[in-house]
């Protein structure tokens, strides 16, 4: 997979060259997958977002190397495999949305720091060898956890 620069917006022949078809190619995806959306610029020329060229990246992938075909290519890229196997459909329009939210480059900040406040050295261990002051750094971070896995949970059912 190719590198893509640090840009909010790509026109036409950066997209190309980054995902290797021509831009007629890239304007004949456009009309067969809903979810690439370019915006346009005053004169008239696409601007594509970088979710568009990764997804583009993705067509070309599912097209050219795993031969699917266009209709077996949208639908694939409605499917999500869940950790445990199975594959659950998502709805045409909430593609981008869910790609976003599931596999967006946002971390969990599960292990942060405790509070320095609380977090000395002098304290003594309450469980096992976990100092007091980690117990509520800990719970904290697994209160996040929980969070984040009941709303992958909710986008999966929905």
Do not use: C
Not at 82 to 109: C, K, S
Not at 116 to 137: F, L, N, V, Y
């Amino acid at each position: 997979m190719p590198q893509i620069p640090n840009k909010l917006y790509f026109r036409i022949g950066e997209v190309s060259d980054l995902v290797g078809v021509k831009p007629y190619v890239l304007r004949y995806w456009e009309s067969e997958f809903t979810d690439i959306k370019p915006s346009k610029s005053k004169s008239g020329q696409r601007l594509y977002k970088r979710r568009d060229v990764e997804l583009l990246l993705r067509i070309k992938e599912l097209l050219y190397e795993e031969r699917f075909t266009i209709n077996g290519a949208r639908k694939r890229l409605r499917e999500f495999t869940r950790g445990d196997g199975a594959v659950v459909t998502v709805p045409d329009d909430e593609i981008v949305e869910f790609a976003e939210e599931v596999a967006g480059p946002r971390q969990l900040e599960v292990f942060a720091e405790a509070d320095p406040d609380t977090d000395t050295d002098d304290e003594k261990p309450t469980h096992g060898s976990i100092p007091a002051g980690r117990d509520r750094g800990n719970l904290k971070a697994f209160q996040k956890i929980k969070r984040d896995l009941q709303e992958l949970l909710s986008l999966i059912r929905t």
